[in-house]
């Protein structure tokens, strides 16, 4: 372990990537407060009490992002908040009380908690890639930067009911931000693969399980996407916590990549799993994403070989792909 460093919170911590954040936390010294929605699921919060360092410093409270003042008691003390909480979901039938409103006001709500608190000094948001790259006006000879935002009316039209959750909370997290003098910084990570700490696999993680058993349908509607090695965006949201320096908004991706280019990469390399062989190509354009900026800070990325091998050596351990004939002996 580093030094003792000081107090901050993470939302949503038994997140897929929360819980990652907490333990790159903890490992580097931070006393870590984490909110959950459920402390009384002892099943789904023991992979947090497993990580180092969990027992002397972390704790966790329970919060809601649609409980006004209801992060209050997680934030206050704390010089740093990371929040991470979101819905990460399709949903079923009332996307604004589903996605739309816990992403927004939640943000709202957890940030009026960082206002109340004397001590914080950086606010951390989990944004995503969605917020840059959901848009049909740009020239796909320019990769997209931190300058680019996703057109609200085509997510609207589209029903990209996700990117625009994000996208609109991170708007009003930089509108509320800058008219209460917070210092936010915004990671908008692409799509997130790596191992995954909680034993129920989050929804994306969840998604790459299928593509590589042979799922086809999801991965078709990804068309071309970002990649990123789980333990890059938390090693990111660390570092433009403590980079003085560091401000605005950061890309966090590795490698873009067609749904084709991944599935045949996919496929050569772990040979005995069913990967789905062409996707149908839909109407998507071309894109590469401009990641200099967190470059700039010394970042550098895993390779999209490194966050797969990872993965699924994670679920080959879990027994996720036991009927593959590839388990642990
Ligand atoms: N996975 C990706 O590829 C990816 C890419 C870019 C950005 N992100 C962002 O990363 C963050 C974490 O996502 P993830 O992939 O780790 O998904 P996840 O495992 O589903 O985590 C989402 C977290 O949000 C919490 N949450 C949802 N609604 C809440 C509410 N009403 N009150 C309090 N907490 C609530 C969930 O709490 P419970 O545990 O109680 O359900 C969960 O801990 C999100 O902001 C997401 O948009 C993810």
């Known amino acids: 372990m580093d030094e003792i460093k000081g107090k901050v919170c993470v939302t949503g911590a038994a997140g897929f990537l929360a819980s990652w954040l907490i333990k790159r936390l903890l490992l580097s010294g931070y006393h870590v407060t984490g909110t959950v929605r459920d402390p009384g699921n002892e099943k789904k919060l023991a992979h947090l009490w497993r990580l180092e360092g969990a027992k002397e410093r972390l ?9 006004e003042g209801s992060f ?10 990371f929040h991470t909480a979101s819905p990460v979901l399709t949903p079923s039938s009332d996307p ?16 009026r908690s960082c206002k109340r608190n004397p001590s914080l000094k950086r606010v951390i948001l989990t944004s995503s890639s969605s917020t840059v790259r959901a848009r049909d006006d740009f020239d796909p000879n320019i990769p997209l930067d931190e300058s680019s935002w996703s057109s609200v009316e085509l997510c609207e039209r589209l029903q990209i009911w ?4 994000k996208t609109l909370a991170e708007k009003a997290a930089w509108e509320f931000c800058n008219e209460n003098g917070i210092d936010l910084i915004t990671v908008l990570p692409s799509f997130v693969i790596g191992p995954s700490l909680p034993s129920d696999l989050c929804s994306t993680a969840s998604d790459v399980l299928g593509l590589l058993t042979g799922e086809v349908e999801k991965f078709q509607w990804h068309g071309r996407m970002g990649y990123v090695h789980i333990d890059d965006v938390a090693l990111c949201h660390i570092l433009v916590y403590e980079h003085e320096s560091a401000g605005g908004r950061y890309l966090c991706s590795s490698t873009v990549l067609d749904n084709n280019e991944l599935a045949s990469f996919l496929a050569q390399r772990y040979p005995s799993l069913p990967i789905p062989k062409r996707f149908e190509q839909g109407r998507r354009l071309y894109y590469e994403f401009d990641t200099s900026k967190l470059k700039r800070l010394g970042f550098k990325f895993k390779s999209i070989q490194e966050m797969f091998d990872d993965y699924v050596a994670s679920l080959v351990e879990q027994g996720h792909l036991s009927s593959f004939g590839l388990a642990i002996n």
């Open 162 to 165: 996700y990117a625009l959750s």
């Open 72 to 81: 209050d008691d997680a934030i206050m003390e704390c010089h740093g908040v």
């Open 96 to 111: 604004k009380a589903e996605i739309l409103e816990p992403a927004i006001e939640g943000t709202l709500n957890v940030l």
């Open 59 to 67: 704790r966790l409270v329970k919060a809601d992002l649609m409980e």
